[in-house]
């Protein structure tokens, strides 16, 4: 008979991968209902290789020596019990074995000429009377010359509300990221790096898109209002999905808004305006589907709710880690 938590099937010689696995691990072994299949299951995985075996010590020598974190410091709803202490101790022994904590990045700290930090949205004029808006730990390089204007987005996302060629001013606005360009054929778009992947989104007029030409490859488009794309670093151009500029961009109000997206990948949103980390250690439970307008000003308040909305719970050690489970 089939496990209840089945144990997500991942690369195991991928660092992160064996830190996620070894805090299941830690979880499931706290709890009262582990079976006798799924510890013969964690002794075959921590056999499989030498370097689960070290996973699953760092995860548990971690969260030892946090054990000098007093308990008043947490604030766990009512009749927490002991899955969510060991749901809890996995995710602290998580973020510390990936040094998950946000920490900034000096070689984009000195090439940056504007960067805004986290939770931070900040508004830059440049120097044609174009306008920037960074949104939360985002940073640009701003290379203008005598045949474009060009603006390199060194992570995180931006809007560009940009002054639009004239008589006066005759060079091309233009947007690189991750090797590919937006050359503005309007006024207004974003441009947000995940990873590997760059969203272009046109609240405004038109946008021409051009994918990184790796390998030979690479593509153009042109976005109308509306209109977005995604392309890859590795020259890969996605198809032009229809999006709500207000909702794109809602950040500049202050504001997030979520339509029945998944609890993960809300998480890992949220996770972008704040210092510490937001986790989630149930697979069922982090596919589950929220919906809200929550305010950046009160992301604590949006995790109760979020949880309220689910039925979970919360269990914090402030700034440091949030567990919903």
Do not use: C
């Given at each position: 008979?089939?496990?209840?938590?089945?144990?997500?099937?991942?690369?195991?010689?991928?660092?992160?991968?064996?830190?996620?696995?070894?805090?299941?691990?830690?979880?499931?072994?706290?709890?009262?209902?582990?079976?006798?299949?799924?510890?013969?299951?964690?002794?075959?995985?921590?056999?499989?290789?030498?370097?689960?075996?070290?996973?699953?010590?760092?995860?548990?020598?971690?969260?030892?020596?946090?054990?000098?974190?007093?308990?008043?410091?947490?604030?766990?709803?009512?009749?927490?019990?002991?899955?969510?202490?060991?749901?809890?101790?996995?995710a602290l022994a998580l973020v510390f074995?990936?040094?998950?904590?946000?920490?900034?990045?000096?070689?984009?700290?000195?090439?940056?000429?504007?960067?805004?930090?986290?939770?931070?949205?900040?508004?830059?004029?440049?120097?044609?009377?174009?306008?920037?808006?960074?949104?939360?730990?985002?940073?640009?390089?701003?290379?203008?010359?005598?045949?474009?204007?060009?603006?390199?987005?060194?992570?995180?996302?931006?809007?560009?509300?940009?002054?639009?060629?004239?008589?006066?001013?005759?060079?091309?606005?233009?947007?690189?990221?991750?090797?590919?360009?937006?050359?503005?054929?309007?006024?207004?778009?974003?441009?947000?790096?995940?990873?590997?992947?760059?969203?272009?989104?046109?609240?405004?007029?038109?946008?021409?898109?051009?994918?990184?030409?790796?390998?030979?490859?690479?593509?153009k488009m042109q976005l109308g209002e509306?209109?977005?794309?995604?392309?890859?670093?590795?020259?890969?151009?996605?198809?032009?999905?229809?999006?709500?500029?207000?909702?794109?961009?809602?950040?500049?109000?202050?504001?997030?808004?979520?339509?029945?997206?998944?609890?993960?990948?809300?998480?890992?949103?949220?996770?972008?305006?704040?210092?510490?980390?937001?986790?989630?250690?149930?697979?069922?439970?982090?596919?589950?589907?929220?919906?809200?307008?929550?305010?950046?000003?009160?992301?604590?308040?949006?995790?109760?709710?979020?949880?309220?909305?689910?039925?979970?719970?919360?269990?914090?050690?402030?700034?440091?880690?949030?567990?919903?489970?």
């Amino acid at each position: 008979m089939p496990s209840e938590h089945p144990l997500p099937n991942r690369n195991a010689n991928d660092n992160a991968t064996l830190n996620d696995e070894a805090a299941h691990w830690l979880i499931r072994l706290g709890a009262e209902d582990l079976t006798a299949e799924e510890r013969a299951r964690f002794d075959a995985w921590l056999r499989a290789d030498p370097a689960h075996t070290a996973a699953f010590h760092r995860a548990s020598r971690t969260w030892a020596e946090l054990a000098h974190v007093s308990e008043a410091s947490v604030r766990p709803r009512p009749n927490v019990g002991r899955y969510a202490w060991r749901a809890f101790a996995a995710a602290l022994a998580l973020v510390f074995a990936l040094g998950a904590w946000h920490v900034a990045d000096p070689i984009t700290a000195f090439t940056a000429d504007y960067r805004s930090g986290f939770g931070e949205i900040r508004e830059a004029k440049l120097v044609d009377g174009s306008r920037v808006y960074l949104n939360t730990d985002s940073a640009i390089a701003v290379e203008y010359g005598e045949e474009v204007r060009r603006v390199r987005l060194l992570k995180g996302e931006a809007v560009f509300d940009v002054a639009p060629m004239s008589e006066t001013e005759v060079r091309p606005f233009v947007v690189a990221a991750l090797g590919g360009t937006s050359r503005a054929l309007g006024t207004r778009f974003s441009v947000r790096i995940d990873d590997q992947h760059v969203r272009v989104a046109v609240e405004e007029h038109r946008v021409a898109v051009a994918s990184p030409a790796a390998h030979g490859g690479g593509g153009k488009m042109q976005l109308g209002e509306g209109d977005s794309v995604v392309y890859t670093s590795d020259g890969a151009l996605g198809e032009v999905v229809a999006v709500d500029p207000g909702r794109v961009s809602s950040w500049r109000r202050g504001r997030l808004v979520f339509d029945r997206q998944r609890l993960s990948d809300v998480v890992d949103e949220l996770n972008r305006y704040r210092a510490g980390r937001i986790m989630v250690t149930d697979a069922e439970l982090a596919s589950r589907r929220v919906s809200g307008v929550f305010h950046l000003d009160d992301l604590s308040g949006a995790v109760d709710v979020i949880a309220d909305e689910l039925g979970a719970r919360t269990v914090a050690v402030p700034p440091l880690v949030t567990v919903i489970f």
